[in-house]
């Protein structure tokens, strides 16, 4: 069994930005986690790269699930809301673009397991969101449709309002104890924890960063940056990658040539990094391996490192600071190596990621986040030689699963998927 303490690190590495329940590893020998997926087309970055990550990271000490959920994808009709051809395509193209993508990341994808839920669900699994149903008021489930990327209408179809009691009973029903999302599926794993508590069942949600829309407006950007940044990243669906949005995603199966060029004419305000899509791409997946906030929490709570004015850490104040660079990373990675060797390991690694003033024909490399950071809300490098710089990253990364499907054995798929209507 993993070290607790490690264990809580990984709940905490980027892309995370929300675990709820942490203390409740302390009560859990055997992790078996989840993440849930529609079935809706393309597969791309945030889907397959951003949780490919943290599958990864959950493979260290947990068994690892791919919930394909077709039964939902009907009811949120995805892929016109056929259940042959979603179920089709969630076994084809879907699975092997996740697979491909893990191996890509550094990962096994063998480790993994896929579930799709139509071939588990029996009279248990239904009776399972009756009981869920009876303790979760219908105004909770009608508040809670924006799970689905869509909101509240009295016009939506009545199916959408079983919908998240499906997603919690998805959990509840397979004995997870780690249910895995981006942050958008918040209230769906807000209504199973509630649940959970009620009948003693031990459950961890952890929620990872969305990656924006590559095209995201600027008089959007303005008015998310005036509101309330926590409660936008929750809501606004539309703000995240979209494949029914022709530019905002990057496809795992699009060329070096098409990653690097959406990159290119994609959204990037100068010196921001909130609602930043490139910065996001940097931040949580280039640098994922630095600046965790779950260094900083187990320092705090083992009263090993304190900043000053601040008594008590959690994660709004962390990432305040950390924006502002107001953290010695330097030295909390001293006391880390200091205290274990084993937590340095799984806290920091070293990266080289090149950056090219196209105007001087400077070469700088960044070994570290804050550093680059310091640099970019400075104005020091402008926002295309970043973009040149992530775009060249990404393609590099995703290039095997592009080969795999235009080359490889993932070509019949892919066509399969090219020939059916992809919704929204």
């Avoid at 807000?190 to 949600?205: H, M, S, W």
Wanted: some cysteine.
């Amino acid at each position: 069994m993993m070290d607790k303490n490690i264990i809580k690190l990984l709940l905490w590495k980027k892309p995370t930005i929300e675990v709820l329940n942490e203390e409740k590893a302390n009560r859990i020998d055997n992790f078996r986690h989840y993440i849930g997926y529609e079935i809706s087309g393309y597969v791309h970055l945030g889907t397959a790269v951003v949780s490919g990550y943290k599958l990864i990271d959950f493979m260290n000490f947990a068994e690892t699930e791919v919930f394909l959920a077709d039964w939902h994808s009907v009811i949120n009709n995805k892929l016109g809301g056929d259940p042959e051809v979603i179920k089709r395509i969630a076994k084809g193209y879907f699975t092997e673009a996740m697979k491909q993508t893990i191996k890509s990341l550094g990962g096994d994808p063998d480790k993994v397991k896929f579930v799709l839920a139509s071939e588990i669900y029996n009279n248990d699994y239904w009776a399972e969101v009756i009981k869920i149903g009876k303790n979760t008021t219908l105004n909770r489930l009608l508040r809670s449709v924006t799970i689905m990327g869509r909101k509240y209408e009295e016009s939506m179809p009545s199916a959408n309002i079983i919908y998240p009691l499906m997603q919690a009973a998805d959990i509840i029903f397979q004995k997870i104890n780690i249910a895995h999302a981006g942050i958008d599926q918040r209230k769906a794993h807000v209504i199973t924890i509630e649940y959970a508590d009620k009948i003693n069942y031990n459950l961890i949600a952890v929620h990872h960063q969305l990656i924006t829309n590559l095209q995201l407006p600027y008089e959007t950007f303005q008015k998310l940056k005036s509101g309330n940044i926590k409660e936008a990243k929750e809501e606004l669906s539309e703000l995240k990658m979209s494949k029914s949005i022709p530019g905002s995603a990057i496809f795992v199966h699009d060329s070096p040539s098409e990653i690097i060029d959406k990159i290119n004419k994609a959204f990037c305000p100068q010196r921001e990094l909130e609602f930043n899509p490139i910065w996001e791409i940097v931040e949580y997946l280039i640098f994922r391996d630095q600046e965790g906030y779950g260094v900083i929490k187990y320092l705090y709570d083992n009263n090993l490192y304190k900043i000053e004015n601040i008594e008590k850490i959690n994660y709004d104040i962390y990432e305040e600071l950390k924006n502002k660079n107001k953290i010695n990373w330097n030295e909390v990675y001293k006391i880390i190596d200091k205290e274990s060797n084993e937590l340095y390991k799984y806290s920091y690694k070293d990266i080289e990621f090149e950056i090219i003033n196209e105007k001087t024909g400077e070469r700088k490399i960044y070994n570290n986040l804050w550093d680059l950071r310091k640099d970019w809300v400075e104005g020091k490098i402008h926002p295309m030689d970043l973009k040149k710089a992530v775009g060249k990253w990404l393609a590099n990364k995703l290039e095997p699963v592009y080969k795999y499907f235009t080359e490889g054995p993932g070509k019949k798929y892919k066509e399969e998927l090219d020939s059916v209507k992809i919704t929204r």
